[in-house]
């Protein structure tokens, strides 16, 4: 039996991109929500880029009432730590794996692959670049947090120990508060990750300082 396969939406800023960025959405959204932020970033003087956006998997979601909508988990409760859906993040990290083994058969070395996302879609990066075997480009992990941080710390892989981790949030949160990615950062740098953390007065959203920062960063792995 097969294994299912994500749908993507794929944007490349030059032909023949030498860099891929695979980013997960947040939950009830899809691959096309942050497509639009690819013409907002100042990538100038990078190489060329392949932009993944995947699709969530479709799921019942326990705190929408079961609602069916695209989920990278379920979520089970507003505490989010308390009880979480192993399984569900597991199986959605093959997924993500796949999408990386995907870019590596294109020509693109792991190491010149990064991995971002928004709310569930930033707690699957980490969920899934802390583990991988192979050395990744960097995380970007926006408004989210760490998830199954009680089994990281044996399960987490030497071969991403010094990749680079950029961290924000919204100070004004309420979907995922501001504590919440302060405990998942607070325990990552306990662990000796490099963090880059920025914080912005806004909600669970995205905003266009922080926006700027996201290029700037780019800018400085890539072109260094």
Known sequence: MTAPRLETIQIDTAPNPTVSVIWMHGLGADGNDFVPIVNELDLSGCPGICFVFPHAPTMPVTINGGYVMRAWY???GTELVRRED???LRNSQKLIEQL???EKARGIPSERIFLAGFSQGCAMTLQTGLRHPEKLAG???LSGYLPLAGTITEERSSANQH???FMVHGRADPVIPLMRAEHSRDQLQALGYNIEWHEYMMQHAVCMEEIEHIGAWF???LTN
């Open 74 to 76: 379920d979520i089970l």
């Open 86 to 88: 192993e399984n569900g």
């Open 100 to 102: 990386i083994a995907d």
């Open 139 to 141: 995380l970007l992990c």
């Open 163 to 165: 990749t680079p981790i």
């Open 219 to 221: 800018k400085k792995l």
